[in-house]
C-alpha cells in the first residue's frame, strides 16, 4: 500500500455544539473553535474533523441539511469559518467536514419543490411510492422509530426517511443528485477542505424494490436495513464521486458504514478500486447491546472484543485501511462503557487509548476523551436533548418498560453522553459558556476538566500527547503488521506489531484485577524499550509480570 498522510495522522473530532461557546448563547460555534485551537496544536493531533455547520433546521442536531453551500447563524459566519481554515494550516493541520448526502432537510429548496406535484423538476431528487393496501409503501422502520415512510399530502403518496420524518432521503439513482452533490463537493474542496467524512454513505443506493422485512416480535415495523446498506449500485456511486471529485485533491476519506464487513470494508477501501480511504464500521460497537438493539444492556466480553478487532486488523492488513474509535458524537463515552469511570477513571481511559492507538489505522479522539469525560446521568428524560433517545424513551413506554430501566438504558447508551459541553475549567458552566447551555454539563466538571488536565503532568490528556507523539516517531505504529497474543485470557488484551527487525508488544489489563503474563519466549534476549505506560513501571522484565488494575505498557523490542 502507497503512504498516505492520512494513515500518519491522528483525527479530532469537535462537534461544535458542545465544544466552545463565543457569545454566549449557550451553542457552541466556529469562534469558539478558533479561540481553542491552541489547545488542540498542543495535544499534536493533525486533522479536525467537524461535524455539521450547515445551514439545518436542527431537526438532529445539524445532520438534517437545508443548504450545503452556507453556514448556521447559530455557528458563524462564512467568514469565521474561512478564519479557522486558515488557523488550521497555518498550524499545519488539516480540515475534513461531514459530508450528509444520503438525505437532506425537509426544508432544503429541493425538497420544498419536490414535494409540490408530481411533475416537479425537482420530485426525483427524492424517493416516493404510493401506498399499499392503505397503509405505508413497505413496513420498513425509521433508525430514529416509527415508519420510515412519511404521507405527502400535496402529491398523495409518501416520501422515504430512514432518519427522522424531516430527513428525506435522496434518490441517487437521478443522475442530477449525483451532480448536485459532486458540485458541492467540489465547492467546498476548492475553498481548502482536506477532506469528507461520509454520513450513513453505505445507505445511499436503495433497492430497485420496497419489500416488507419481517419485524421482531411485538414490532410494528421491519428494520429494512439489509435492503438498503451496501445496496446494488453503491461501489458504481462512490467509484463515480472518485473520478468525479476525489481522485482530482489530495484528501482524506472516510465512510460511516454501519453493517459494513470486512469483506465489505476491503472492497470499499481498495486503493486499486478507488472508492474510500477507509470505513467507520461498527461491529465492536454492538459487542454490549443484547439481541434487541442498543438500549438492551450488556456487559462486553473481552474475548469477543478481542475477536471482533482481531479480524478487522487482519483483514485489513494487505488491503484496505482501519479507522481506530472507541468515541464520538454518536456513542456514549468509552471510559464509562467500557473502562471504570470513578475509582480508576485515569488508568481505564489511558488503557483504552492505548489499546486503540497502537493498532494499525487511523486513531480518532473525540472531543473530552483526551480528558477522560465520562457519560451524565441525567435524572429527567426532559433533560434530554436527542432526538433518538426522546423517541426510544416513547416506544420503551409504550412497551411497558419502568421508568428505572428505561432511564438505566438511556444512562448508559444516549448519543447524549458525547454531546454534553466540552469541560473546560472549573468555572460556571465549565467554562463553556457564559450563558444557559443548550444541554446540561456534566456536574463532574469541577473534577474533571482541561485546565486540571494541562496542570497534571499526570493526566490522560498529556498522556494521549505522548501517543500521538509516539506514533511520528516510530513507523512500526503506523505500518507494523498485528498479531494477537493471549487469545483466551479473559482479562489482558495484548498484541504485537512487527516491521523488519522491530516488535511492539501492547500489554493492555482490561480489568481491575491483577492478572500476571509471561514474557512471550520469542521476544526474549532482545533489546527493550518501555515506550508509555500507565503506571510508574521498573526496568523491563523477561519472566513474569504482575499487572496492576487498568494497567497498559508497550515495549519496543529489537
Same mark, same amino acid.
Given at each position: 500500500?502507497?503512504?498516505?498522510?492520512?494513515?500518519?495522522?491522528?483525527?479530532?473530532?469537535?462537534?461544535?455544539?458542545?465544544?466552545?461557546?463565543?457569545?454566549?448563547?449557550?451553542?457552541?460555534?466556529?469562534?469558539?473553535?478558533?479561540?481553542?485551537?491552541?489547545?488542540?496544536?498542543?495535544?499534536?493531533?493533525?486533522?479536525?474533523?467537524?461535524?455539521?455547520?450547515?445551514?439545518?433546521?436542527?431537526?438532529?442536531?445539524?445532520?438534517?441539511?437545508?443548504?450545503?453551500?452556507?453556514?448556521?447563524?447559530?455557528?458563524?459566519?462564512?467568514?469565521?469559518?474561512?478564519?479557522?481554515?486558515?488557523?488550521?494550516?497555518?498550524?499545519?493541520?488539516?480540515?475534513?467536514?461531514?459530508?450528509?448526502?444520503?438525505?437532506?432537510?425537509?426544508?432544503?429548496?429541493?425538497?420544498?419543490?419536490?414535494?409540490?406535484?408530481?411533475?416537479?423538476?425537482?420530485?426525483?431528487?427524492?424517493?416516493?411510492?404510493?401506498?399499499?393496501?392503505?397503509?405505508?409503501?413497505?413496513?420498513?422502520?425509521?433508525?430514529?422509530?416509527?415508519?420510515?415512510?412519511?404521507?405527502?399530502?400535496?402529491?398523495?403518496?409518501?416520501?422515504?426517511?430512514?432518519?427522522?420524518?424531516?430527513?428525506?432521503?435522496?434518490?441517487?439513482?437521478?443522475?442530477?443528485?449525483?451532480?448536485?452533490?459532486?458540485?458541492?463537493?467540489?465547492?467546498?474542496?476548492?475553498?481548502?477542505?482536506?477532506?469528507?467524512?461520509?454520513?450513513?454513505?453505505?445507505?445511499?443506493?436503495?433497492?430497485?424494490?420496497?419489500?416488507?422485512?419481517?419485524?421482531?416480535?411485538?414490532?410494528?415495523?421491519?428494520?429494512?436495513?439489509?435492503?438498503?446498506?451496501?445496496?446494488?449500485?453503491?461501489?458504481?456511486?462512490?467509484?463515480?464521486?472518485?473520478?468525479?471529485?476525489?481522485?482530482?485533491?489530495?484528501?482524506? !476519506?472516510?465512510?460511516?458504514?454501519?453493517?459494513?464487513?470486512?469483506?465489505?470494508?476491503?472492497?470499499?477501501?481498495?486503493?486499486?478500486?478507488?472508492?474510500?480511504?477507509?470505513?467507520?464500521?461498527?461491529?465492536?460497537?454492538?459487542?454490549?447491546?443484547?439481541?434487541?438493539?442498543?438500549?438492551?444492556?450488556?456487559?462486553?466480553?473481552?474475548?469477543?472484543?478481542?475477536?471482533?478487532?482481531? =479480524?478487522?486488523?487482519?483483514?485489513?492488513?494487505?488491503?484496505?485501511?482501519?479507522?481506530?474509535?472507541?468515541?464520538?458524537?454518536?456513542?456514549?463515552?468509552?471510559?464509562?462503557?467500557?473502562?471504570?469511570?470513578?475509582?480508576?477513571?485515569?488508568?481505564?481511559?489511558?488503557?483504552?487509548?492505548?489499546?486503540?492507538?497502537?493498532?494499525?489505522?487511523?486513531?480518532?479522539?473525540?472531543?473530552?476523551?483526551?480528558?477522560?469525560?465520562?457519560?451524565?446521568?441525567?435524572?429527567?428524560?426532559?433533560?434530554?436533548?436527542?432526538?433518538?433517545?426522546?423517541?426510544?424513551?416513547?416506544?420503551?413506554?409504550?412497551?411497558?418498560?419502568?421508568?428505572?430501566?428505561?432511564?438505566?438504558?438511556?444512562?448508559?447508551?444516549?448519543?447524549?453522553?458525547?454531546?454534553?459541553?466540552?469541560?473546560?475549567?472549573?468555572?460556571?458552566?465549565?467554562?463553556?459558556? !457564559?450563558?444557559?447551555?443548550?444541554?446540561?454539563?456534566?456536574?463532574?466538571?469541577? @473534577?474533571?476538566?482541561?485546565?486540571?488536565?494541562?496542570?497534571?503532568?499526570?493526566?490522560?490528556?498529556?498522556?494521549?500527547?505522548?501517543?500521538?507523539?509516539?506514533?511520528?516517531?516510530?513507523?512500526?505504529?503506523?505500518?507494523?503488521?498485528?498479531?494477537?497474543?493471549?487469545?483466551?485470557?479473559?482479562?489482558?488484551?495484548?498484541?504485537?506489531?512487527?516491521?523488519?527487525?522491530?516488535?511492539?508488544?501492547?500489554?493492555?489489563?482490561?480489568?481491575?484485577?491483577?492478572?500476571?503474563?509471561?514474557?512471550?519466549? @520469542?521476544?526474549?534476549? =532482545?533489546?527493550?524499550?518501555?515506550?508509555?505506560?500507565?503506571?510508574?513501571?521498573?526496568?523491563?522484565?523477561?519472566?513474569?509480570?504482575?499487572?496492576?488494575?487498568?494497567?497498559?505498557?508497550?515495549?519496543?523490542?529489537?
Amino acid at each position: 500500500m502507497t503512504r498516505a498522510w492520512w494513515k500518519d495522522s491522528v483525527v479530532y473530532q469537535i462537534y461544535p455544539r458542545s465544544f466552545m461557546d463565543s457569545d454566549g448563547d449557550g451553542i457552541g460555534d466556529i469562534p469558539g473553535i478558533v479561540s481553542k485551537l491552541d489547545y488542540l496544536e498542543n495535544l499534536g493531533v493533525d486533522v479536525i474533523w467537524l461535524s455539521p455547520v450547515y445551514e439545518s433546521p436542527n431537526d438532529d442536531n445539524g445532520y438534517d441539511i437545508s443548504d450545503y453551500k452556507k453556514i448556521m447563524d447559530t455557528f458563524g459566519t462564512m467568514a469565521d469559518w474561512e478564519e479557522l481554515l486558515d488557523e488550521l494550516h497555518s498550524r499545519g493541520m488539516k480540515l475534513v467536514m461531514d459530508l450528509v448526502v444520503n438525505h437532506t432537510s425537509d426544508e432544503h429548496a429541493w425538497f420544498v419543490e419536490a414535494k409540490q406535484s408530481k411533475d416537479n423538476p425537482y420530485r426525483d431528487y427524492y424517493i416516493w411510492r404510493p401506498g399499499k393496501d392503505g397503509k405505508e409503501p413497505s413496513n420498513w422502520y425509521s433508525n430514529f422509530g416509527g415508519s420510515a415512510w412519511q404521507y405527502n399530502e400535496e402529491t398523495g403518496d409518501y416520501y422515504l426517511h430512514l432518519f427522522s420524518k424531516k430527513q428525506p432521503d435522496l434518490n441517487w439513482e437521478n443522475p442530477a443528485v449525483r451532480e448536485e452533490v459532486y458540485d458541492m463537493m467540489r465547492w467546498w474542496l476548492d475553498k481548502g477542505v482536506d477532506g469528507f467524512r461520509m454520513d450513513v454513505i453505505n445507505f445511499i443506493s436503495k433497492p430497485d424494490t420496497f419489500e416488507d422485512g419481517e419485524p421482531k416480535p411485538g414490532k410494528k415495523y421491519a428494520s429494512g436495513s439489509s435492503q438498503y446498506r451496501n445496496g446494488p449500485r453503491i461501489h458504481d456511486y462512490l467509484h463515480e464521486m472518485h473520478q468525479e471529485v476525489l481522485s482530482k485533491y489530495d484528501v482524506m !476519506t472516510v465512510g460511516e458504514m454501519p453493517g459494513v464487513t470486512p469483506e465489505l470494508a476491503r472492497l470499499y477501501t481498495d486503493e486499486a478500486r478507488e472508492e474510500l480511504n477507509m470505513v467507520f464500521q461498527f461491529e465492536h460497537m454492538g459487542l454490549d447491546s443484547g439481541p434487541s438493539g442498543k438500549w438492551e444492556l450488556k456487559p462486553l466480553e473481552l474475548r469477543d472484543l478481542k475477536e471482533n478487532l482481531t =479480524k478487522w486488523q487482519e483483514a485489513l492488513e494487505e488491503v484496505g485501511w482501519n479507522s481506530l474509535y472507541f468515541n464520538n458524537h454518536d456513542q456514549p463515552r468509552a471510559v464509562s462503557r467500557f473502562g471504570d469511570d470513578t475509582r480508576y477513571r485515569k488508568e481505564s481511559a489511558k488503557m483504552l487509548a492505548t489499546l486503540l492507538h497502537m493498532m494499525k489505522g487511523t486513531p480518532y479522539v473525540y472531543q473530552g476523551e483526551e480528558i477522560g469525560m465520562t457519560n451524565v446521568s441525567f435524572d429527567s428524560i426532559d433533560d434530554y436533548r436527542d432526538i433518538e433517545t426522546l423517541n426510544a424513551y416513547d416506544e420503551m413506554k409504550e412497551e411497558g418498560k419502568s421508568e428505572e430501566d428505561i432511564m438505566e438504558s438511556i444512562h448508559a447508551k444516549s448519543r447524549d453522553n458525547a454531546r454534553t459541553p466540552m469541560q473546560w475549567d472549573t468555572s460556571e458552566n465549565a467554562g463553556f459558556t !457564559t450563558g444557559e447551555p443548550w444541554i446540561g454539563v456534566n456536574p463532574n466538571y469541577t @473534577d474533571v476538566n482541561a485546565e486540571e488536565a494541562l496542570n497534571d503532568t499526570d493526566s490522560i490528556y498529556h498522556y494521549y500527547r505522548t501517543l500521538i507523539s509516539l506514533r511520528k516517531h516510530h513507523d512500526v505504529i503506523v505500518d507494523g503488521k498485528y498479531a494477537l497474543i493471549l487469545e483466551d485470557h479473559p482479562e489482558i488484551y495484548a498484541y504485537t506489531r512487527t516491521l523488519g527487525e522491530e516488535t511492539l508488544l501492547v500489554i493492555c489489563n482490561f480489568y481491575d484485577g491483577e492478572p500476571e503474563l509471561d514474557w512471550p519466549e @520469542d521476544l526474549r534476549g =532482545k533489546e527493550q524499550e518501555l515506550l508509555i505506560a500507565n503506571y510508574l513501571v521498573e526496568e523491563p522484565e523477561e519472566t513474569t509480570i504482575k499487572l496492576c488494575p487498568y494497567e497498559a505498557r508497550v515495549y519496543l523490542v529489537k
